[in-house]
């Protein structure tokens, strides 16, 4: 795989999308060694809204979810500078009670004791934007989750890594 313009989109939970820019996000799916994917698929359930959705031009990419105690993703890249760009909504809690989790790039803890309904409320986009170096061929993105009782707070709607 040559370093030039690497752009991958990933639709968690989800089918094939061709944003409102003509930009295509892939279907989910278990990871594929050379390429890309979630490690632990089985383990992790999705979820789904047919709630309309604030604060973004494309409201299919935010009603689905990945969801689970943890979520692995391994994407099989060349060495080098990628910015990472993680897509949340909370679709299922209405409430401040909402799921936490810990979001790691490459091993760093991006995001701590984050609760994305704190953040954007209810059915309401929110992206993060990481940039991270890929040194061993690959690029994993780690989601946690650790709320009680349900310990499933680990939750996104949408990956995507691009070489900077």
């Not at 313009?5 to 094939?16: D, F």
């Not at 594929?32 to 409201?59: A, M, Q, R, Y």
């Not at 091993?107 to 409320?121: M, Q, S, T, Y």
Request: negative net charge; aromatic residues 12%.
């Amino acid at each position: 795989m040559s370093k030039q313009n690497i752009c991958i989109r990933v639709n968690l939970g989800g089918q094939e999308y061709q944003d409102k820019e003509g930009k295509i996000w892939y279907a989910d799916k278990e990871y594929i060694e050379g390429s890309w994917g979630c490690l632990n698929l089985p383990e992790t359930d999705v979820l789904t809204t047919f709630d309309p959705i604030s604060n973004t031009k494309d409201p299919q990419l935010f009603q689905s979810m990945r969801m689970g105690e943890k979520i692995l993703y391994r994407f099989d890249l060349p060495d080098g500078d990628y910015k990472i760009k993680l897509l949340f909504a909370e679709i299922y809690w209405e409430t401040s009670a909402a799921e936490q989790q810990n979001v790691y790039i490459q091993g760093r803890r991006v995001l701590k004791n984050f609760n994305i309904f704190d953040e954007a409320g209810h059915d309401k986009a929110l992206e993060k934007s990481f940039r991270t170096k890929v040194n061993q061929g690959y690029l994993e993105i780690k989601f946690v989750g650790y709320s009680l009782p349900m310990h499933s707070g680990a939750r996104a709607c949408a990956i995507e890594v691009q070489s900077i």
